[in-house]
């Protein structure tokens, strides 16, 4: 079983909202990501957690807050989004953080539209 | 030089026909391969790993040249089901994120 779980599936939110969207997997993976994805382009990282702890935080906005709270489960709080962070956001988990066993496995994520 | 470069396509093909995918990758440290399949408005889904001595499942063989910093994915007998975008995915470093290319979208016609 590669599962990873997204909700919701579709998000329209306006600038002002506060939202979260989540992931799960049941698959004992210790890396969790966060991607973000526009049109026509390849997913951009945004968060790395490993072992519950943030890694890596690639100068993503603080209007994106990231949070682990347990082995299975990843969030991203949203909160005073911009139009422009309309996108696929996709989260994936891998067994590790990096070497054999860092194959990746995605969400079918969350289409995020702001007003 | 781009991190991870692929030709954008799109590569238009009749059914039953051989594609080659080619990719090229800037980090020699790179420690993983991969190609990812992505079709509109949906996730990557991996479609294999790609290994130095060369693995094939199915239709698919990929192929890894580490002293050429090269990828290959090579596709015989294209159905229609293989219309999509493929991803070369190399991971590197310690932190092991992945760098995606940006993909070479693939379109069988009848």
């Given at each position: 079983?590669?599962e990873?779980?997204q909700?919701?599936?579709?998000?329209v939110m306006g600038?002002?909202?506060?939202?979260?969207l989540?992931?799960e997997?049941?698959?004992?993976?210790?890396?969790?990501?966060w991607?973000k994805q526009?049109?026509?382009?390849?997913?951009?990282?945004?968060?790395?957690?490993?072992?519950?702890?943030?890694?890596i935080?690639e100068?993503?906005p603080?209007?994106?807050?990231?949070e682990?709270p347990n082995?299975s489960l990843?969030?991203l709080?949203l909160?005073?989004?911009?139009?422009?962070?309309s996108?696929?956001?996709?989260?994936a988990?891998s067994?590790?953080?990096a070497?054999?066993?860092?194959?990746?496995y995605?969400?079918p994520?969350?289409?995020?539209?702001v007003? | 030089r781009?991190e991870?470069?692929?030709?954008?396509?799109?590569f238009n093909v009749?059914?039953?026909?051989?594609?080659?995918?080619?990719?090229t990758y800037?980090?020699?440290?790179?420690?993983?391969?991969?190609?990812?399949?992505?079709d509109?408005r949906?996730e990557?889904?991996?479609?294999?790993?790609?290994?130095?001595?060369g693995?094939e499942d199915?239709?698919f063989?990929?192929?890894?040249?580490r002293?050429?910093?090269?990828i290959?994915?090579?596709?015989?007998?294209s159905?229609l089901s293989d219309?999509a975008?493929?991803l070369c995915?190399?991971?590197?470093?310690s932190?092991?994120?992945?760098?995606?290319?940006k993909?070479?979208k693939?379109?069988v016609?009848?």
């Amino acid at each position: 079983d590669t599962e990873v779980t997204q909700t919701p599936k579709h998000l329209v939110m306006g600038m002002t909202n506060k939202k979260s969207l989540k992931c799960e997997q049941h698959m004992g993976h210790r890396a969790m990501y966060w991607y973000k994805q526009k049109a026509k382009k390849p997913p951009e990282l945004m968060f790395v957690y490993s072992y519950e702890k943030l890694s890596i935080n690639e100068s993503v906005p603080s209007r994106f807050s990231p949070e682990c709270p347990n082995s299975s489960l990843l969030n991203l709080h949203l909160h005073a989004l911009q139009p422009e962070d309309s996108a696929l956001y996709l989260c994936a988990s891998s067994q590790i953080l990096a070497g054999e066993g860092n194959t990746q496995y995605f969400g079918p994520g969350t289409r995020l539209t702001v007003l | 030089r781009k991190e991870v470069e692929q030709d954008p396509g799109p590569f238009n093909v009749p059914e039953g026909a051989t594609v080659a995918f080619n990719c090229t990758y800037s980090n020699s440290a790179s420690q993983s391969f991969f190609w990812y399949r992505q079709d509109c408005r949906k996730e990557p889904k991996l479609l294999m790993s790609v290994y130095s001595s060369g693995n094939e499942d199915g239709r698919f063989t990929a192929q890894l040249n580490r002293a050429s910093q090269y990828i290959s994915l090579l596709i015989r007998d294209s159905k229609l089901s293989d219309s999509a975008t493929y991803l070369c995915v190399v991971s590197g470093g310690s932190q092991g994120n992945l760098i995606f290319g940006k993909g070479t979208k693939l379109s069988v016609k009848p």
